[in-house]
């Protein structure tokens, strides 16, 4: 996986769209596109950026973590057997740690694609729905997310290389 | 007879809401013997706080309700919802009304089920708010099942 190759294009941008839309077609359209782990990457970048911008337009700056606790058992009773694969805990975990929760001591699962993505996706569509309310929103919400995604794969990108860098040059770097 | 005088008087004082005299009563608990006793006294009474809230009139609680049950004690517990994590607290009140495998409840470490079971226990039996006939009752009844388990 090379995340120098990493771009946030229109694909990606027009994914999310389709994902909110509940457009089925053009998301399937669009991710049969994706055929390299980079296309993927970049995709999945754009759900973690939708998600983060939902969850800190609708939480932030005076949410409570019984509040997150309690929105989470909600959204669950709300998807009934859909929600089955959502984990509680790695849901709230990732949120409080979207929100910069101090209090976060368990990172338990946040690692872990399998309880992650669902997780991601379950609570981003039920926020949009949310903090989405007419074109003007959503275009905004794309825009934010198009640019919160550049960033963070950006941000992936500048971890890569330094890890990459031969020692001398960190050490030329760090004085 | 495993389940003594002096474990049911500490499980009567913390389910009457007399956290010193329940503290206190817990220190003087013979720990090798409070390992068996007093631990099936706690099962017991989480079995029978559970099976009274979540099987009413034969009718048998959906996941929904015990999702429901379970966000709001750890929404109210402030600070420490981290004590409980959701998914066993589920899985263990949906083993008492017979929703989910005993293997699946099995795997959980014992310490951690133990835990659990406290802090459903006490907060099943605040939410009956027996009166103090009730709770006498409540406690009578766990006991026997309790001693039960060891016969």
């Known amino acids: 996986m090379d995340w120098a190759a990493v771009k946030i294009d229109d694909d990606h941008a027009a994914a999310l769209r389709a994902f909110l839309d509940g457009d089925v077609e053009t998301w399937e359209d669009l991710y049969s596109r994706m055929t390299t782990d980079e296309a993927a990457a970049g995709y999945m ?6 998600f983060v911008v939902a969850v800190r337009r609708r939480f932030s700056p005076t949410y409570t973590t019984p509040e997150i606790v309690r929105w989470v058992a909600d959204l669950r009773m709300t998807l009934g057997d859909d929600g089955e694969q959502l984990n509680p805990r790695v849901t709230e975990n990732l949120m409080r740690d979207v929100l910069g929760d101090p209090d976060l001591r368990s990172d338990d699962g946040i690692d ?30 794309i825009k934010d997310s198009v640019d919160f ?21 960190r050490r030329n770097a760090d004085a | 007879m495993a389940v003594t005088d002096e474990q ?28 068996e006793g007093y ?16 099987i009413r009139a034969g009718e048998v609680a959906d996941k929904a309700e015990v999702i429901d049950f379970v966000g709001s004690i750890r929404a109210r517990a402030e600070e420490n ?14 083993h008492v009304i017979g929703q989910t495998s005993n293997e699946e ?47």
Not at chain 1, 45 to 50: K, Q, T, V
Not at chain 1, 114 to 125: F, K
Not at chain 2, 39 to 54: H, Y
Request: with cysteine; charged share 25%; proline share 2%.
């Open chain 1, 45 to 50: 970048s754009m759900i973690y950026a939708g």
């Open chain 1, 112 to 141: 872990d694609p399998y309880a992650v993505i669902p997780a991601q996706c379950a609570v981003l569509s039920e926020l949009a729905a949310e903090v989405v309310i007419d074109e003007a929103t959503l275009e905004e919400f």
């Open chain 1, 149 to 169: 995604a550049e960033q963070w794969v950006s941000a992936r990108q500048g971890q890569t290389r330094e890890a990459a860098a031969p020692e001398s040059v």
């Open chain 2, 8 to 35: 049911v008087a500490a499980l009567h004082a913390q389910l009457a809401g007399r956290a010193e005299e329940h503290k206190r009563l817990l220190q003087q608990l013979d720990r090798a013997k409070a390992n």
């Open chain 2, 39 to 54: 631990s099936a006294l706690v099962a017991a009474a989480f079995f029978e706080a559970a099976e009274r809230r979540f």
């Open chain 2, 81 to 94: 919802v981290d004590l409980i994590d959701p998914e066993i607290a589920e899985r263990m009140i949906l």
């Open chain 2, 105 to 151: 409840v099995r795997s959980f470490d014992a310490e951690v089920a133990f835990k659990h079971q406290i802090i459903l226990m006490a907060a099943l039996v605040g939410e009956a708010q027996f009166s103090d006939e009730e709770l006498d009752a409540f406690i009578v009844k766990v006991r026997a099942d309790a001693e039960d388990l060891f016969e």
